[in-house]
């Protein structure tokens, strides 16, 4: 969080996002040498083909564009393998722990480093209580479990690839229910990340191979 404000501050919004989204190329060439997840020629493609769609989606949503500052290119980058690195570690917990476990654990310390650094709880305006209800509830408890049952079950780079479709979903929710604008670079860059998206769905060998044992 501290590397991707540092981006933002020294580039901008749409830069670091983009850079944020680098994290699936971390999450594969760690995967491939800590797990042995093989770097097929598919991968690189869906990869290469989610990326350019993040790009798209982002920098089409009336951003302020890119800009470029070294500082803040590596911020942006560190940003992206930190953000990978949950589905690293999240890989190598899940081998011994539940995805309830995992996020509890997860989640929890997250909150304790937080309250430590805000130096103390301030109250929650009543017009803000169930907007905070849903905001732990849904995109963040709910979302890691989800997360962490499906890296459970398939590759680490494969789950990586997956969760680009993150800012796909929030920009088509940003424009039904806020009628922001969604372009036709946006629409190109959605198919493009559906695309890549598909390209790394194992089939039904490789499910039953990446199915994890319980004994």
Do not use: N
């Amino acid at each position: 969080m501290v590397v991707y404000l540092i981006a933002i501050e020294r580039t901008t919004v749409a830069t670091a996002a983009v850079l944020l989204y680098t994290a699936p190329v971390w999450v594969v060439l760690l995967a491939r040498v800590l797990f042995a997840e093989p770097m097929t020629r598919m991968k690189i493609v869906a990869l290469l083909l989610t990326f350019a769609g993040t790009v798209l989606v982002i920098c089409g949503a009336g951003a302020s564009g890119l800009r470029v500052d070294l500082y803040g290119i590596f911020a942006g980058l560190a940003a992206g393998l930190t953000y990978g690195l949950y589905s690293i570690f999240g890989k190598l917990t899940l081998r011994r722990y539940s995805p309830l476990t995992t996020v509890v654990y997860s989640l929890g310390f997250g909150a304790l480093l937080l309250l430590m650094a805000s130096r103390g709880l301030r109250p929650v305006p009543a017009d803000g209580r169930l907007a905070l209800v849903y905001l732990i509830a849904v995109p963040t408890v709910a979302a890691y479990l989800l997360y962490a049952a499906g890296l459970r079950r398939v590759e680490a780079g494969r789950a990586s690839i997956v969760a680009t479709l993150e800012p796909v979903v929030a920009a088509a929710a940003g424009a039904l229910i806020l009628r922001e604008p969604f372009g036709a670079g946006q629409w190109l860059g959605a198919v493009l990340v559906l695309v890549g998206v598909a390209l790394v769905q194992p089939d039904r060998q490789e499910r039953k191979a990446e199915q994890p044992q319980i004994h």
